[in-house]
């Protein structure tokens, strides 16, 4: 079973549109990333949560919400989707223990979602 | 100027090259330093990751670093088609507690 797990894998969805999108891991791990990729622009982060109560703003959060339900479950929300948000979105986890090591951050395999 | 810099490719080449894959940085501050390479419709893997100067090895791979160039290379000897994926550099400013800024990633496809 994969470690780290999102759903849905594909979404179509039309403008203004509220969705969810989710991820979940069984690492054990207390970070979490959600991040998306665009052609050219690579990954950008979203937002990061560190634990449970510590949510954080990444680089380009406007118009995006999360909500880290448990250690293990970390949501992302759209809550008025626009086309410019049609992307690959992921999610990511890391362990602090192993900071040392440079941040390794394990991806889930990505949504796809489309807004039209 | 974006703060990592990474040539998208796609880059082709056949089986048994020797691949070279190449990262620019402005920030000085970055300390760590990853390669995560991603196959269509996966998520990011890590393939390998180094601390401050210097190369470091790892079977058919190795990762070299220049922080007074502020350049990272990652180097793929014997190229296999299985090495056909998406290389994505990253880097941070410390090992923990910080987030990953990521280059653009290079496509690379290894040919029979």
Sequence with gaps: ?116 | QKEVEQDPGPLSVPEGAIVSLNCTYSNSAFQYFMWYRQYSRKGPELLMYTYSSGNKEDGRFTAQVDKSSKYISLFIRDSQPSDSATYLCAMSLTGGGNKLTFGTGTQLKVEL
Aim: proline share 4%; glycine share 8%.
């Design chain 1, 1 to 116: 079973d994969a470690d780290v797990t999102q759903t849905p894998r594909n979404r179509i969805t039309k403008t203004g549109k509220r969705i969810m999108l989710e991820c979940s891991q069984t690492k054990g791990h207390d970070r979490m990333y959600w991040y998306r990729q665009d052609p050219g622009l690579g990954l950008r982060l979203i937002y990061y949560s560190f634990d449970v109560k510590d949510i954080n703003k990444g680089e380009i959060s406007d118009g995006y919400s999360v909500s880290r339900q448990a250690q293990a479950k970390f949501s992302l929300s759209l809550e008025s989707a626009i086309p410019n948000q049609t992307a690959l979105y992921f999610c990511a986890t890391s362990d602090p223990e192993k900071a040392g090591f440079g941040e390794t951050q394990y991806f889930g395999p990505g949504t796809r979602l489309l807004v039209l």
